[in-house]
């Protein structure tokens, strides 16, 4: 079936865009997709920053008084530090130690904030910010999914019993959570000095309530007796390898052998192929979307499901088969008898695999990489599946930016029901909800028809993150030389969803906008 799988909107078909023809946009060499550069001063520094900060948290708040509200967003876009923490840009700087690419790597950090500060609104905190009372010409036409919600549109990615929003915490699902204000802290101390500031702030005027906040750490590991921040998940996976390159984007990754995604796949821009740009434009134009959620994962059941089959395959394999990745981080694709292949794999070449050439060579089976793993469903890279029947070619359509961190301690292993929670929380970012984490989701995840020529199980999802049910759950895992699949069946779900909201990320123009409006 086509990408008519994907969400409403009409798709743009052919270069120039079918709309651009229709509304009489010129489709001469200026408006080919990547030509105008990003607005990086308007845009939100983490639609298209990693930041590389240790700390994170996300409050949640509830519009009290409107335009007391109104107003303080704009102290957040002012531009004046003094007044108020400022919403971080992409403006090129220096952050977390990597140089931007205005910058010259031998000279010294120009600006390395010690916070970075987001700003997230539903369309529940758009209504209750007055907003559509005062915009008349308001329209998120394209964007359903983002009106309907997370907790409307929660079956359609799995997000059903244990998942379901009726066990959301913190207010999320309800009509009550409005605005997401997102803090990363380059340490504890500048976490708590930001954080105290927003917190007065944010009661100023009554113009908000925090109905909730929740934190997120890098992991901690001993390295030569100190404790030092790694990039890893609960599930003890090296996490934040494979990135998402942007055409004309800011930040610069390993060595990757994808397209680099056009921007309007990320950013809200009028060059944009399967959706209109939210009007006012001022309100629409270099904005974003991004979901925000919050997985509790299972060590335990994770670990004793690795344990209880290593009669049938060894424990360690098993979580590269499961994740696509070995733990240590080394991709199936170029490595899949070993995480330590004797030739070594540098880290820049971690992230530069494919699975299926564009003649159709490579692992097209899947007896290395499963195809059923978590990487290789969220993101086929050059594998035909439903709708992009091509080998080599690109599912860039559907990507998604992960801006994601652990949250609990570090799991150990001698305490293993020691019942504190742990997980990952962040935001999926993408400019359509529907085509992009949706699509994922519904139709790659919690799904087996995607992978086209090969014919999954079709009971069978994500073994990481698919929502199981035990009395169902299947994961093959294919053998060489015509050797019968290893079946592992009755497993639980190993991730639960503990809260989800569908944001949008206004823009610093849209912010002052927001803040206008009398
Ligand atoms: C607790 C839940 C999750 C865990 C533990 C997890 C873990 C991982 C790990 C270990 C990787 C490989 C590291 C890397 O390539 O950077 C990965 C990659 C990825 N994950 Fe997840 N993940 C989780 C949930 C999700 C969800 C809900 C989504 C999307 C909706 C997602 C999207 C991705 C993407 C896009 C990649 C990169 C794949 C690629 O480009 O090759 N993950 N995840």
Redesign the pocket.
């Known amino acids: 079936m086509s990408q008519d799988r994907e969400a409403s909107p009409p798709t743009r078909e052919g270069d120039g865009g079918f709309f651009h023809r229709l509304f009489g946009r010129s489709t001469g060499p200026e408006s080919s997709p990547g030509s105008r550069p990003l607005d990086l001063e308007d845009i939100q520094g983490i639609i298209v920053r990693g930041y590389r900060m240790p700390i994170v948290r996300h409050f949640l708040l509830k519009v009290d008084a409107p335009a007391a509200a109104r107003k303080l967003l704009g102290r957040l876009a002012s531009g004046d530090e003094a007044g108020a923490p400022q919403i971080t840009t992409a403006r090129d700087w220096h952050v977390g130690f990597e140089p931007g690419p205005g910058d010259n790597p031998a000279e010294p950090p120009r600006r390395k904030p010690d916070y970075c500060l987001n700003l997230g609104i539903t369309w529940p905190g758009l209504l209750a910010l007055e907003v559509k009372d005062r915009v008349p010409n308001l329209s998120f036409k394209s964007f359903n999914a983002f009106i309907a919600g997370a907790a409307a549109r929660a079956e359609r990615v799995g997000d059903t019993g244990d998942n379901g929003p009726q066990h959301w915490i913190g207010g999320f699902g309800t009509e009550s959570d409005h605005v997401m204000l997102t803090l990363h802290a380059a340490s504890p101390e500048a976490l708590t000095t930001y954080s105290d500031r927003l917190s007065a702030l944010i009661v100023e005027g009554q113009a908000f309530q925090e109905i909730w906040r929740g934190d997120g750490m890098a992991l901690m590991e001993m390295q030569d007796g100190k404790p030092v921040p790694v990039n890893k998940?609960h599930?003890g996976?090296?996490?934040?390898?494979?990135m998402t390159t942007i055409r004309g984007g800011p930040e610069r990754y390993k060595a990757d052998h994808q397209q680099p995604c056009e921007p309007w796949l990320f950013v809200l821009l009028d060059e944009a192929e399967n959706y209109f740009v939210p009007e006012p434009a001022e309100l629409g134009r270099n904005g974003s979307f991004a979901v925000f959620?919050m997985?509790r994962?299972d060590v335990v059941g994770f670990e004793e499901f690795l344990q209880s089959n290593r009669e049938r395959i060894d424990p360690e394999l098993l979580a590269a088969k499961l994740?696509g990745?070995w733990r240590n981080g080394v991709p199936l694709a170029l490595s899949p008898d070993t995480d330590s292949p004797p030739s070594g794999i540098s880290p820049e070449q971690l992230n530069n695999f494919e699975y299926v050439n564009s003649d159709g060579s490579g692992d097209p089976r899947g007896l290395h990489c499963p195809v059923g793993a978590?990487?290789r469903r969220?993101?086929p890279r050059g594998q035909p599946v439903a709708g992009q029947g091509q080998p080599g070619g690109s599912n860039n359509n559907h990507r998604?930016i992960?801006r994601g961190m652990p949250y609990g301690p570090v799991y150990d292993p001698a305490q293993p029901y020691d019942g504190i929670e742990r997980?990952?929380l962040g935001y999926?970012i993408c400019s359509h909800i529907e085509n992009q984490?949706e699509f994922?989701?519904s139709q790659w995840v919690n799904d087996s028809e995607f992978a086209g020529a090969v014919r999954l199980d079709p009971r069978a999802k994500d073994p990481?993150?698919g929502t199981q049910d035990p009395a169902e759950s299947i994961f093959v895992i294919p053998q060489a030389s015509n050797a019968p699949p290893i079946k592992l069946t009755g497993f639980s779900s190993f991730?639960t969803t503990r809260a989800a909201a569908f944001c949008f990320l206004p823009s610093i123009t849209a912010t002052k906008f927001i803040a206008s409006l009398k």
């Open positions: 998940v599930f996976y090296v996490d934040g390898i494979s959620k997985m994962t994740c990745r978590h990487i969220i993101n998604l992960r997980g990952l999926f984490y994922v989701l990481l993150i991730v």
